[in-house]
C-alpha cells in the first residue's frame, strides 16, 4: 500500500463551490504539507502542518484552508472554488531531510 | 531566501546520449538539495539529495549530481539516456528554516528520442 494516499484523484467542479481533497499518510511523520503544481511554476507550498495544533500558511494560502485531523490526516479546502485553482495539487509527509510525495489531485475548475 | 532556478524548461536528447539538466540555487545558508522526478500521471519520487556530505550525489536510475559551491549549482546527469528517462525533473532546495519546507524550480521536461 501507498505510504501517502490522496483522494479524490481527479475532480471536476464548477466555480463557487466547496471542495475539499484528502491526505493520509502511514510514514509516522509529524510534518504534512499542501503544495500545488502549475505548468512553468514548479511546485509550490499551499499550507505546512507540524502536528494537529500547528499549522501554517505557505506562500499562496489565499483561497484554501486546511484541517489537521489527526497525525495521520490533512485536508486541503477551497471554500469558493475559482478557475484559477485548477491545478495538480500534491500531499507530502517529511522527515528532517526528505519528503515523500502523495500521486497527487488533479482538480479542474469550470 | 531560497531559491531554484532550472534552466531550461524543455530538454530533448537521443536515446544514449549525455543527459545534463541544469540547477542553479540561491541559499544564505548551506543548502539541502534534492532531485525529484514526476513520471506522466504519477507523483513525484526522489532521484537523489544533497546533505551536506560527498559532493557527487549518485541516485537511482544511474543519475548523479555534483555540488559546487562555488558555481551555486547542482546539475543532474546521466552518461546514457533511456527511453524510459522521459520525465519532467524537478530541482529543489530546502528552506534555511526548520520547517523542511522545499522550494522548487520550475521543472524541466526530458524529451528521449529514438
Known amino acids: 500500500d501507498a505510504d501517502v494516499t490522496q483522494t479524490p484523484r481527479n475532480r471536476i467542479t464548477k466555480t463557487g463551490k466547496r471542495i475539499m481533497l484528502e491526505c493520509s499518510q502511514t510514514k509516522g511523520h509529524d510534518r504534512m504539507y499542501w503544495y500545488r503544481q502549475d505548468p512553468g511554476l514548479g511546485l509550490r507550498l499551499i499550507y505546512y502542518?507540524?502536528?494537529?495544533?500547528?499549522?501554517n500558511k505557505g506562500e499562496i494560502s489565499d483561497g484554501y484552508s486546511v484541517s489537521r485531523q489527526a497525525q495521520a490526516k490533512f485536508s486541503l479546502s477551497l471554500e469558493s472554488a475559482i478557475p484559477n485553482q485548477t491545478a495538480l495539487y500534491f500531499c507530502?509527509?517529511?522527515?528532517?531531510?526528505?519528503?515523500?510525495f502523495g500521486p497527487g489531485t488533479r482538480l479542474t475548475v469550470t | 531566501a531560497q531559491s531554484v532556478t532550472q534552466l531550461g524548461s524543455h530538454v530533448s536528447v537521443s536515446e544514449g546520449a549525455l543527459v545534463l539538466l541544469r540547477c542553479n540555487y540561491s541559499?544564505?545558508?548551506?543548502?539541502?538539495l534534492f532531485w525529484y522526478v514526476q513520471y506522466p500521471n504519477q507523483g513525484l519520487q526522489l532521484l537523489l539529495k544533497y546533505t551536506s556530505a560527498a559532493t557527487l550525489v549518485k541516485g537511482i536510475n544511474g543519475f548523479e549530481a555534483e555540488f559546487k559551491k562555488s558555481e551555486t549549482s547542482f546539475h543532474l546527469t546521466k552518461p546514457s539516456a533511456h527511453m524510459s528517462d522521459a520525465a519532467e525533473y524537478f530541482c529543489a532546495v530546502r528552506a534555511s528554516s526548520n520547517t523542511g519546507k522545499l522550494i522548487f524550480g520550475q521543472g524541466t521536461t526530458l524529451q528521449v528520442k529514438p
Open positions: 502542518s507540524f502536528d494537529v495544533k500547528d499549522i
Open positions: 507530502a509527509t517529511s522527515t528532517d531531510y526528505e519528503q515523500y
Open positions: 541559499s544564505s545558508v548551506p543548502p539541502y
